[in-house]
């Protein structure tokens, strides 16, 4: 079936056989929710980011077919089926039931330049006519890719009021058995929410490429960034990114992150970083902090690998049931000037305290020099501990529930 | 033209400037093992990146798939047809009487993952019969195209004894209007000899016009004519691009000559 190597190359793209696929089709299940409502501008946007493909319904792919000219444009993938499950109570016209149709056929697809087509497979919504009548037209569809040579897209989705939280994951890996046995050549799956059962659906899967969707929208890029890197490690192939995407403030930027990801093997905390563009520090609101510690023990186990409070870089004062004062580092340099050795520096782009191990003689003036008592110095482990911003995604921040640590540009503008 | 007709197109003639450089490397069916010389793995490892569409018969497309994969990968244009009229004096087996014959469909294209179909439309046949043999097969072809969203690339050729430098240019519209007529997306037609009456041609061709080098001969005139020589201001007439083949190849430093062939084609576009 050279037909499907070819398409399915032109799908996963790069020498590195990923892709960063966004998913646009929305509208058709949903109508016109953010993003999607007007599309035009948003693909416009979304193609500057340079998506490997992107995943139209069939009369938008008709619309929108200037975007996808051209060698360098991505492919074309186009959703076939239709379902109304997904409009739930946050929706005008809840849906009572789960009802699924198939919307076109391969070979219209193909009249509209798609390098591969998109349906889903439901299970555990509870009624077994309507399941299996969708696996019958699932098989039917992979039968009539087969004689085009027209890569089928699978989406497996428990879904429904027998898919539990204990159930999930196991579902997923039901589901995505099924798809690969009737035929699925690529497949889209949710994310099971950790590496280990993630693991067994790449494994149910038997080779075939599976890219994680989405879902509903990440908190932060780091998020979002941190789910992609979890499953690669352990053998997806890419993303399939719909709301995350068409509704980030700037998908282009977003996109470049995603890829920069899946294509260029950075992990999301470089990702991240490498967005900031100038001098940055950490600002506090000791009147939101709740007194947790968990700044702590996060500063500890990320520099250290154990939660042990005494290794932090940032501190909480006080005790419950409060008031509580963070005190954290301000790049305010006085650990620079009080170093002898030369060891220490004020990083040119981010403005961070960069320690060096070579020229360091453990003597603790920087320490001493500190107004905060920050400075962890310790010989006995051989090193010095002074906040290095974690190169530009401090954890602190990151993992603050209340918000109460907040990386700021320099200057009080808000971050990057 | 159809949305997945537009996309596709646009896979081998680049949307923007609107032209694009096609190698042509089926004449293994035609006339057998052409490329002992040079062999097309190595022609297509130097040659692919400046290149936006390749053309080959189904057989060495299964074989040379691997130049196809990923989408900075020329276009695969499958040949759809066959026909005996380059077996000129010199082939070892010479044709007595021209002949033709469709042998793929759109449908085979298809599933060949191909982002066209390539055909020959030969006006000037000795019989009549085969002349609308030959327009029926290419119509054919371009009803199926229609079906599936397939450009079809027809190579619009004036041969036999009727051609001759008084009626070249007449035959060469007559067959390429018929060309468009029967539904190609893009027409490549040999050079007419002058800058006048392609200009002509590019007129009154309503879809892309290519230049395509001749690489035998096959009417009792045809203009002898090097792609190269007259890419400029061919390009400059109007014309969307080149297919070039088996001559091009076997002339020396072919790879420069590509380079700086796709450079015209592109306007100093580098490589693809």
């Known amino acids: 079936l050279i037909g499907k190597e070819l398409r399915i190359s032109k799908i996963l793209s790069g020498e590195d056989g990923r892709a960063v696929v966004v998913a646009a089709d929305h509208g058709f299940m949903l109508g016109p929710i953010p993003g999607a409502a007007e599309l035009e501008s948003t693909l416009k946007k979304v193609i500057e980011g340079r998506p490997d493909a992107v995943l139209l319904s069939v009369g938008q792919a008709a619309n929108m077919h200037r975007f996808f000219l051209g060698r360098d444009k991505p492919a074309l993938l186009i959703r076939v089926d239709w379902a109304s499950g997904f409009r739930d109570r946050t929706y005008p016209l809840p849906a009572r039931s789960m009802t699924f149709r198939i919307a076109a056929t391969p070979r219209t697809a193909l009249k509209l330049g798609a390098h591969g087509v998109v349906a889903y497979l439901f299970v555990g919504y509870g009624d077994e006519e309507q399941e299996a009548a969708q696996y019958a037209a699932l098989a039917r569809l992979a039968r009539e890719c087969d004689e085009y040579g027209l890569p089928l897209i699978i989406e497996p989705v428990p879904f429904g009021p027998r898919v539990t939280k204990a159930n999930r994951a196991e579902l997923i890996v039901l589901s995505v058995r099924m798809a690969v046995e009737i035929g699925a050549d690529l497949l889209k799956i949710p994310y099971t929410g950790d590496p280990e059962s993630f693991k067994r659906v790449i494994d149910a899967a038997y080779g075939v490429p599976a890219l994680i969707l989405g879902g509903y929208r990440a908190l932060t890029m780091q998020d979002m960034l941190e789910v992609v890197y979890e499953a690669l490690e352990v053998g997806a192939r890419g993303v399939v990114f719909g709301r995350n995407v068409i509704q980030s403030p700037d998908p282009a930027e977003t996109l470049r992150a995603i890829r920069a990801v899946v294509h260029e093997g950075k992990t999301p905390r470089e990702v991240v970083a490498g967005r900031l563009r100038g001098r940055v520090k950490l600002e506090v609101n000791s009147e939101k902090c709740t007194g947790c510690r968990l700044c702590e023990y996060v500063c500890a186990f990320t520099h250290h690998g154990v939660f042990d409070r005494s290794l932090s870089r940032i501190r909480i004062e006080g005790g419950w049931p409060g008031p509580f004062n963070i005190l954290a580092c301000t790049q305010c340099g006085m650990c620079v000037e009080a170093c002898p050795s030369g060891a220490l520096r004020l990083d040119e782009r981010l403005g961070n305290v960069v320690w060096d191990r070579e020229s360091c003689t453990f003597c603790g003036a920087c320490a001493e020099a500190c107004p905060n008592g920050l400075v962890v110095v310790r010989p006995d482990l051989g090193f010095v501990g002074i906040c290095d911003l974690c190169g530009g995604a401090p954890e602190c921040e990151r993992w603050c529930a209340r918000e109460a640590i907040k990386m700021v540009e320099v200057g009080g503008e808000s971050r990057v | ?272």
């Open chain 2, 1 to 272: 033209l159809s949305t997945g007709k537009v996309i596709r197109l646009s896979d081998f003639i680049d949307p923007g400037d609107g032209r694009g450089l096609i190698l042509e490397l089926d004449y293994g069916s035609m006339i057998g093992f052409f490329e002992r010389k040079y062999g097309l793995d190595k022609v297509l490892e130097k040659a692919s990146r400046f290149l936006d569409g390749v053309i080959l018969n189904r057989g060495l497309a299964r074989q040379l798939k691997r130049f196809f994969m990923g989408r900075r990968a020329p276009a695969l244009l499958l040949r759809a047809d066959w026909t005996n009229v380059w077996r000129g004096p010199e082939h070892p087996l010479p044709a007595v009487r021209k002949r033709y014959r469709d042998l793929t469909s759109a449908l085979d294209a298809v599933r060949y993952g191909a982002s066209g179909v390539v055909t020959y439309l030969i006006m000037g046949q000795e019989s009549d019969e085969d002349e609308a043999a030959n327009i029926e097969a290419v119509a054919r072809l371009a009803r199926e195209c229609d079906e599936y969203g397939l450009p079809l690339l027809v190579e619009a050729l004036p041969i036999g004894e009727r051609v001759l430098r008084e009626n070249y240019l007449d035959a060469l519209g007559l067959a390429m209007r018929i060309a468009v007529e029967a539904g190609a997306s893009c027409v490549a037609i040999p050079y007419p000899g002058d800058l006048e009456g392609l200009k002509f041609l590019v007129k009154s061709c309503n879809v892309p016009l290519m230049l395509m080098e001749l690489d035998g001969k096959i009417a009792r005139w045809q203009p002898s004519y090097r792609v190269e020589d007259i890419a400029e201001e061919a390009l400059k007439a109007g014309i969307s691009g080149f297919v070039v083949g088996r001559g091009f190849l076997e002339r020396p430093g072919f790879e420069e000559r590509l380079n700086s062939l796709r450079r015209m084609v592109h306007s100093g576009g580098g490589e693809g």
